[in-house]
């Protein structure tokens, strides 16, 4: 194992520990338990964003939406179909994947601002929907009258209705099984190709890439994975509302994922926690917290435009 595999393994195993054990050490610091589950859940999410935008390079503004559909597709199967906090997940990212699936094939052929402008018009009409529809999702007042539910696994019971703590590795344990398909993908021939995409899309199409095909694809999987952090999101609150529709959402994630590194694998989750523990402290000292977390948002693009992330590898290869 050279000394560039072994600083990998090191940093992986590195992360993996600060969030086993965020739990017991983030109450010592001033934080608390669902402090660290809305880390892990809009680290999934800037890491899903980041699946097409820093490795295939197409830049969008709408994954709000499906993180909106995923949020809403657990509430409404928890309020109205089935009491299953399983069920509620599932649906959540079958109803957001099948969106962003059918709405996929209009939007491929596009680049640039041209992508990210129609995805906010996407993103925006689920809004207005929801906001509209207030028999079913009960509009600006957000669909109410459902809570996460224990999970019977036939030998035992997860109490993660009752339990944070117990919910928080619930969470991290999905989170594990979907980073560790994003790899996988990502370590594919498929996942090389996105980034022969992202890296000279004229020579790839040259090539005999099926350039349109393989964007499809890797939006479909990116928005399937913001679903599910759509979905873990709305249990943590037992609540969703227009907001995680809402384009600014989208926003966020890409603040997170530029924060933190793009076209690194760890990086928008290191910017997701950056972001949310600003954000919460912030907003307890002031209300004008935004202008703070963008002033920081500016000086880290300014001198460090490859994220902190990128900043420590330069600081460690140095």
């Known amino acids: 194992m050279n000394s560039l595999d072994r600083n990998k393994l090191l940093a992986n195993i590195g992360v993996w520990l600060v969030l086993a054990t965020m739990p017991y050490w983030l109450p010592l610091i001033g934080g608390y338990t669902e402090l660290g589950t809305r880390v892990v859940i809009l680290g999934l999410a800037a890491m899903s964003l980041n699946f097409l935008l820093g490795y295939t390079g197409v830049l969008s503004f709408g994954h709000a939406a499906y993180f909106g559909?995923?949020?809403?597709?657990?509430?409404?199967?928890?309020?109205?179909?089935?009491?299953?906090?399983?069920?509620?997940?599932?649906?959540?990212?079958?109803?957001?994947?099948?969106?962003?699936?059918?709405?996929?094939?209009?939007?491929?052929?596009?680049?640039?601002?041209?992508?990210?402008?129609?995805?906010?018009?996407?993103?925006?009409?689920?809004?207005?929907?929801?906001f509209r529809w207030h028999s079913v999702t009960g509009g600006d007042d957000g669909l109410t009258g459902w809570s996460r539910l224990p999970i019977d696994l036939g030998f035992t019971t997860l109490d993660i209705q009752g339990n944070s703590r117990l919910f928080y590795y619930f969470v991290l344990a999905i989170f594990a099984i979907a980073v560790g398909i994003m790899a996988w993908v990502?370590?594919?021939?498929?996942?090389?190709?996105?980034?022969?995409?992202?890296?000279?899309?004229?020579?790839?199409?040259?090539?005999?890439?099926?350039?349109?095909?393989?964007?499809w694809?890797?939006?479909?999987?990116?928005?399937?994975?913001?679903?599910?952090?759509?979905?873990?999101?709305?249990?943590?609150?037992?609540?969703?509302?227009?907001?995680?529709?809402?384009?600014?959402?989208?926003g966020d994630f890409v603040i997170m994922a530029v924060l933190g590194g793009m076209r690194s694998f760890w990086g928008p989750m290191i910017g997701a926690a950056i972001f949310v523990v600003l954000q919460d402290y912030l907003s307890s000292q002031t209300e004008n917290w935004m202008s703070f977390v963008g002033l920081f948002f500016v000086l880290i693009v300014l001198f460090f435009p490859r994220g902190?992330?990128?900043?420590?590898?330069r600081k460690a290869t140095s």
């Open 69 to 130: 559909l995923g949020a809403y597709g657990a509430g409404l199967m928890l309020r109205y179909l089935y009491p299953s906090t399983g069920l509620a997940i599932i649906f959540g990212v079958a109803l957001g994947t099948f969106a962003a699936a059918i709405i996929g094939p209009m939007i491929i052929r596009l680049r640039g601002v041209y992508f990210a402008m129609v995805t906010i018009a996407f993103g925006q009409v689920f809004y207005f929907i929801a």
């Open 186 to 215: 990502l370590r594919s021939p498929f996942g090389h190709t996105l980034i022969a995409i992202r890296e000279n899309e004229r020579r790839a199409r040259f090539l005999g890439i099926p350039i349109d095909r393989h964007i």
């Open 308 to 313: 902190v992330l990128g900043a420590l590898k």
């Open 217 to 250: 694809m890797s939006w479909t999987i990116s928005c399937a994975f913001v679903s599910l952090a759509g979905a873990l999101y709305a249990l943590l609150n037992n609540f969703v509302d227009p907001r995680a529709l809402y384009w600014t959402q989208s």
